[in-house]
């Protein structure tokens, strides 16, 4: 019997032979890989090999200040994730930053992403500020010797004095600078709106060439409601800190020590009687009392469960700044303001006060002052123009309340007199 066999036409046993054959490349060319080692980058290091690791952290106990923000430091893993056991006592954000909400006791806890996690036990406790006017005179250093002493910080409200290069060991110990006048005379500082800030000013120039550092904490001699300035330039002394960056500190109680009449013994009982509340800015004064003042009532002030702070680490979510004149006359906005002259050619060398007039004239913003190129022509806080070099610039008077005016300013080299002299 025949059979009849049918083979595939020509083009179907190419296709066929061409399939196999590529079949056997891919085959090859896997067993190939598989033999030759290939570059592995950090990435793969790091996928294949990583180690679950512990967490540590900077503290495992803290006591902090009510209102105060510390920084918790956590190492081990990549994510950490951060939780408090009780956000109504320690409030912790995601960069370990843990702020004083309430007095009372909580677990701060980080966690990588391994689940391993570490704890640091937060205690929250009230915040004394030690604030110190009108030095430094001769105790300071023996104030000084004190703070160290009771291992507490203060702030030092600074006038100038012979004494100042004492201010770098304060620096250096880990207390805060603040301004508190040039001079300490009122009836001078509170004559006009820009002598304040023009003192300060050179305070601060001089605390930068002691210490290195400036300072935007400021308290008004007489505090913010003396009454020893005329009610509107004080209004606007005080909207000008605002407007010059500053930050004012007033006080919550006082030690009784301003008067010639202040003791030892009556600054001790002022601050057993009165400092109480969570958060005490306690005023005190540069007296030859108050070392021994700061040894008896730090320690007494701890065991009612004081930590001791200083004014740089005032809380600014908390902060507000209400002075009685703000309440008794409410602020008057500027509806516009004007320089006269608006235009103005001086000789280099030569000075010339621009007048701000404010609508209405009893406004009670203050002043800001700029110049668009302090190297032609520069100004003061209150607006005087000292011509440098020739050439043209514009200066700008800003008020509290936003509004602008501008005066520009031609510098012109200074004209020789008839003498030939310049």
């Given at each position: 019997?025949?059979?009849?066999?049918?083979?595939?036409?020509?083009?179907?046993?190419?296709?066929?032979?061409?399939?196999?054959?590529?079949?056997?490349?891919?085959?090859?060319?896997?067993?190939?890989?598989?033999?030759?080692?290939?570059?592995?980058?950090?990435?793969?290091?790091?996928?294949?090999?990583?180690?679950?690791?512990?967490?540590?952290?900077?503290?495992?106990?803290?006591?902090?200040?009510?209102?105060?923000?510390?920084?918790?430091?956590?190492?081990?893993?990549?994510?950490?994730?951060?939780?408090?056991?009780?956000?109504?006592?320690?409030?912790?954000?995601?960069?370990?930053?843990?702020?004083?909400?309430?007095?009372?006791?909580?677990?701060?806890?980080?966690?990588?992403?391994?689940?391993?996690?570490a704890e640091c036990r937060v205690t929250v406790k009230k915040t004394c500020y030690l604030s110190i006017d009108d030095g430094p005179l001769s105790s300071a250093g023996f104030i000084l010797d004190a703070l160290k002493e009771t291992d507490a910080k203060a702030t030092f409200f600074l006038v100038d004095s012979i004494y100042f290069p004492i201010v770098?060991?304060?620096?250096?110990?880990?207390?805060?600078?603040?301004?508190?006048?040039?001079?300490?005379?009122?009836?001078?500082?509170?004559?006009?709106?820009?002598?304040?800030?023009?003192?300060?000013?050179?305070?601060?120039?001089?605390?930068?060439?002691?210490?290195?550092?400036?300072?935007?904490?400021?308290?008004?001699?007489?505090?913010?409601?003396?009454?020893?300035?005329?009610?509107?330039?004080?209004?606007?002394?005080?909207?000008?800190?605002?407007?010059?960056?500053?930050?004012?500190?007033?006080?919550?109680?006082?030690?009784?020590?301003?008067?010639?009449?202040?003791?030892?013994?009556?600054?001790?009982?002022?601050?057993?009687?009165?400092?109480?509340?969570?958060?005490?800015?306690?005023?005190?004064?540069?007296?030859?009392?108050?070392?021994?003042?700061?040894?008896?009532?730090?320690?007494?002030?701890?065991?009612?469960?004081?930590?001791?702070?200083?004014?740089?680490?005032?809380?600014?979510?908390?902060?507000?700044?209400?002075?009685?004149?703000?309440?008794?006359?409410?602020?008057?906005?500027?509806?516009?303001?004007?320089?006269?002259?608006?235009?103005?050619?001086?000789?280099?060398?030569?000075?010339?006060?621009?007048?701000?007039?404010?609508?209405?004239?009893?406004?009670?913003?203050?002043?800001?002052?700029?110049?668009?190129?302090?190297?032609?022509?520069?100004?003061?806080?209150?607006?005087?123009?000292?011509?440098?070099?020739?050439?043209?610039?514009?200066?700008?008077?800003?008020?509290?309340?936003?509004?602008?005016?501008?005066?520009?300013?031609?510098?012109?080299?200074?004209?020789?007199?008839?003498?030939?002299?310049?």
């Open positions: 019997m025949l059979i009849n066999v049918r083979f595939p036409k020509a083009h179907t046993l190419i296709m066929i032979l061409s399939a196999l054959l590529l079949l056997c490349a891919a085959v090859s060319c896997g067993d190939s890989e598989k033999d030759t080692p290939r570059d592995v980058s950090s990435a793969d290091i790091v996928n294949s090999s990583e180690q679950p690791v512990d967490v540590s952290l900077s503290d495992t106990s803290m006591e902090l200040g009510f209102g105060i923000t510390r920084s918790i430091i956590a190492t081990g893993g990549n994510k950490i994730e951060w939780k408090s056991s009780d956000s109504s006592i320690a409030a912790v954000e995601n960069d370990g930053s843990v702020r004083g909400v309430d007095l009372g006791e909580c677990v701060i806890t980080a966690r990588n992403e391994f689940g391993r996690s770098k060991r304060m620096a250096d110990e880990g207390h805060a600078l603040a301004l508190h006048t040039r001079f300490n005379r009122t009836s001078r500082c509170y004559s006009n709106q820009y002598i304040y800030y023009t003192d300060l000013e050179i305070m601060n120039d001089h605390l930068e060439e002691i210490t290195g550092q400036r300072s935007n904490i400021l308290r008004f001699p007489g505090g913010s409601n003396n009454e020893t300035a005329d009610h509107l330039t004080m209004r606007r002394i005080v909207n000008g800190a605002h407007d010059l960056g500053y930050r004012v500190f007033d006080w919550t109680m006082s030690a009784g020590d301003a008067s010639s009449k202040g003791t030892y013994e009556l600054s001790c009982k002022m601050i057993y009687t009165y400092c109480t509340k969570n958060q005490e800015i306690i005023l005190m004064h540069d007296k030859n009392f108050t070392p021994n003042v700061i040894r008896t009532m730090v320690p007494i002030l701890r065991k009612r469960g004081y930590v001791f702070e200083t004014l740089d680490h005032y809380p600014d979510y908390s902060y507000e700044f209400v002075c009685a004149y703000s309440r008794d006359n409410p602020d008057i906005p500027a509806e516009s303001v004007v320089l006269n002259p608006p235009e103005l050619e001086i000789p280099t060398g030569s000075e010339f006060t621009l007048e701000a007039a404010m609508t209405p004239e009893e406004s009670t913003d203050f002043v800001v002052w700029e110049s668009s190129d302090d190297s032609v022509a520069k100004t003061d806080m209150g607006g005087t123009i000292t011509g440098i070099a020739v050439g043209e610039a514009v200066i700008t008077a800003k008020t509290t309340s936003g509004k602008t005016a501008t005066c520009k300013i031609k510098v012109i080299p200074k004209q020789e007199t008839s003498s030939g002299e310049k």
